[in-house]
């Protein structure tokens, strides 16, 4: 099971390449909006770079009394009934992006799962992908998920964590590239996942790849979706418009697949057709101390980080939110210290948010939805959170701010490990459970000098179900108290280019009646260079 998210993608690869069938769309019927580029006068690319440097000069974020916070200066040619105040589209143009059968994503997510399905049982021949009517009877009968007839999965934190999301994430994006929004898109997440469970697999099925593939997929699924956008312009041709789309089904590959299918690929419009938002993208390469002892400052073994951070939407714009309109993704990766390739992710998405200013602070409040996967040498936690978030931005001069946020959230499902890990294992080694977490982070930008930053998280989790164990066992499996301290500095350089480091303080306490309470800490350290890709509309950024 740990290689279906990678089977799925070599079975996919061919079809990106063999499928061309291209339906052309007229688009002269549409009224064309401020950013209309015209045809007949040529050089393409060049109106789209003057449309991009009037929105730039138009828009740039200040800190003046007409506006608030991180906003962009108004002007007359924003209509903020469908763009924002950056110029872009606060929703997908529904005249080229239509909505089709709900049928359509349903046989799609049949088809994936049929795909890997294929796979597994012919090219990789696992056991337990032999499927056939027997084991279909079976799990059909298994009853609902919270049944008895359901188990609990003993595979490596890996596969449960991450390589589920990255399925729901496909399942999701079936129908959110077929038309429909955040809400109408999450079923399908949960409707692929089950009848994976129940046709793909010979053995009994199992509640928590259910649940991660669900929520964890739809978070995961809605944040390709959105930087897929802002990849995609059907007003560019050429070499350009290709490795575009290229790259766009990279990030979302059913996105890129129902792009083919519906002639997409080769549409070429007029005018923007995608709701965009400002992105920030932040590349990391260093290396990384996993320290012997805590008070051994840069001791243990070296390995070497790439890291990136998307920071997508600006969090104190003014305006009507939909679900991820703002979030946050961070990806931590660790090259040399075994098979724990993919450190640690962290990431939020505003499910309901609302702005407010409070004299010279600019606020946001609303729900979040919130991803959790942290996969080190010594312990193991993923969670899913669902809770309330606090922005702030304060300006402190011309080109100073101090950012902060802080979050409360119930984890609804979580796993947590409690016992020392092997990174050779392929056994489950950690618990599942559900608890709460708390967290904030406060970023201070010194003008173009430096950023001084501290974060602090903290969960609770209360296990349900230890390895081996077939059912729940409420009340009798203690408690894990985790807490992760992380302040970091960076200095710039030249430009976009800083050097930066980062301090790990990881402190853990398990409690379980009738036996010794265990307390751990461990810390780590990373020095790197930090390349940052601002987006030109997004002066004044938001990047913790």
Sequence with gaps: MKNRYVSILLFLAPCFVGMQNMIAQDTAKHVPKQDTINPYKGDVKGQLKAIKEKKILLH?????????????????????????KYGDLLNDDSAYNKKYSLLLPFVEGIGDNVALSLVDSKILKYDWAQVGISSWSRNLSAGPPWGNGWDWDQTRFGNDFLGHPMFGSLYYNDARANGYNFWASAPYAFIGSYEWKIFGENITPERNSLIATTVDGICLGEILYRISSNVLDDRTYGAERTFREILAAIIDPMRGFNRLIHGETSR??????????????????????????????LSGPTSEVLNVQFDYGNPFEVRERKPFDFFKLRVETDIGVGRKFV?????????????????????????????DYWDKPIFELSTVGIGGGLFSKLPLGKNSFLYTNFHLALVPFAGSSTEPLSDTSQARDFNFGYGWEGKIETSLILGNVATVGVSYYYFMIHAINSPGLDEPQFGSLGNDYLGILEPKITFRIYKNLSIGAEYYLYSQVHTDEGYPTTTTYHSEQEIYLEFYFEDPQRRGHFNL
């Design 60 to 84: 740039s974020d200040s800190i003046s009394p007409d506006s608030i916070g991180n906003q962009p200066r108004k002007s007359k040619r924003i209509d903020t009934v469908v763009q924002n």
């Design 268 to 297: 070429h419009t007029n005018k923007e057709i995608y709701q965009k938002e400002p992105l920030n993208i932040t590349f990391y390469g260093g290396i990384h101390k996993i320290n012997d002892h805590t008070n051994a400052i």
């Design 343 to 371: 450190d640690n992710i962290t990431g939020y998405g505003n499910l309901f948010a609302k702005n407010s200013q409070y004299k010279n602070i600019a606020l946001l409040e609303g729900a979040f939805l919130y991803y």
